[in-house]
């Protein structure tokens, strides 16, 4: 039986004499399940109230995606640790090679998609008449597709013998060889690495430059002393408000990505200089990197738009509350109006700039 150029003797894999326990496993799975579901509800819900947008399609196709990721790896695992055996001691190199070819796949088609979430913000705020004018919700329809082709044609180079998918620790996880000794082996974790590494330094600065672009808009409004009443203020204050919206749930999703999958890319890049190898390591990247497909759903689910626009109205009511109560205090101690001063001089008139409508 193959193995991981990883195994020694300080590694026990599943057997009669390590059964392991598929409590981890079994709560990763039940998460995973049931947030990408509940959040696919939600998202159908929302596709019956208003018109299905680009970025509707895109956080669809994201949610989607680790569904199919949680269900093509988590039972595969739970199995192993039911019947006490590794995965090649179920199904051989076939099952290893399932296992180690969906992993790759899903976490490049993940970022992938986040990218393009990413982008399509970046397009619609910093580039507003290029995105009008060229890019439709059939720009969705053609980027799902060639992303999971691409990734998909990527996680086949195993097969044609540029690296190989190999059995991890403790049996229940097979993934490409992070610990290269092959020059082809090398070839392959560094583009995987290289690749992930990209994707997010791109994502990261169409996130930047998108919150860079809405807090410029508040600024030149504020300046111009601009107000949100009235009906074209209402439409600028929800225009920007939907913005905001996007951009807190791509912020957020990036933040978890990065914190599942960077420790993976780092864990790549210090192997090539590594002559001993740590199972526990290697076990716990991985095991981080499966998880960001069950956080996603359920950030999705709690930073939705109505749950945003609850908590903001909350933040509205708690500013103005103060306010309201210093209003109180002037009446009821002098009953004057309170634009008109002592003197009988009338206040100059100033425009509010309100981030609540």
Not at 9 to 28: I, R
Not at 310 to 315: A, E, H
Not at 326 to 336: G, K, L, M, N, Y
Request: glycine share 6%; aromatic share 12%; with cysteine.
């Amino acid at each position: 039986m193959e193995r991981s150029n990883a195994s020694d003797t300080h590694c026990k894999f599943l057997g009669p004499d390590n059964p392991g326990t598929p409590a981890v496993s079994a709560s990763m799975f039940a998460a995973g399940v049931l947030g990408n579901i509940f959040a696919l509800f939600l998202l159908e819900i929302r596709r019956w109230r208003k018109s299905r947008s680009l970025f509707h399609v895109l956080v669809t196709a994201l949610v989607i995606t680790d569904l199919l990721g949680t269900l093509a790896v988590s039972p595969v695992v739970l199995a192993a640790y039911v019947r006490k055996a590794s995965l090649e001691m179920m199904g051989g190199r076939p099952l290893c090679n399932h296992f180690g070819f969906s992993m790759t796949f899903f976490s490049l088609a993940t970022l992938s998609i986040l990218l393009a979430m990413a982008v399509e913000r970046w397009l619609s705020i910093g580039h507003a008449y290029f995105y009008e004018r060229y890019i439709t919700k059939r720009c969705g329809y053609f980027t799902i597709p060639l992303i999971y082709l691409v990734c998909f044609a990527f996680c086949t180079l195993p097969f044609a013998g540029v690296g190989k998918y190999l059995l991890y620790c403790p049996g229940t996880w097979c993934f490409f060889d992070m610990h290269p000794k092959e020059r082809r082996g090398q070839i392959y974790a560094g583009l995987y690495a290289s690749a992930m590494l990209v994707m997010i330094l791109c994502t990261v600065f169409c996130n930047g430059s998108v919150g860079y672009h809405l807090f410029g808009m508040y600024r030149r409004r504020k300046h111009n002393r601009g107000s949100f009443r009235g009906p074209r203020g209402r439409k600028r204050y929800e225009s920007i408000t939907k913005e905001v919206e996007h951009l807190v749930l791509l912020v957020v999703m990036t933040v978890c990505f990065l914190f599942f999958s960077l420790p993976l890319v780092i864990q790549v890049y210090t192997n090539f200089f590594r002559t001993e190898t740590s199972h526990k390591k290697d076990l716990q990247m991985l095991r981080l990197l499966s998880f960001n497909s069950i956080v996603d759903p359920w950030v999705f689910i709690i930073l939705s738009p109505s749950v945003l626009r609850f908590l903001w109205g909350k933040l509205c009511r708690r500013q103005q509350q103060p306010l309201v109560s210093v209003e109180r205090t002037i009446h009821t101690t002098r009953p004057i109006r309170l634009d008109t001063p002592a003197d009988g001089h009338k206040l100059p008139a100033q425009t509010p700039v309100a981030l609540c409508p």
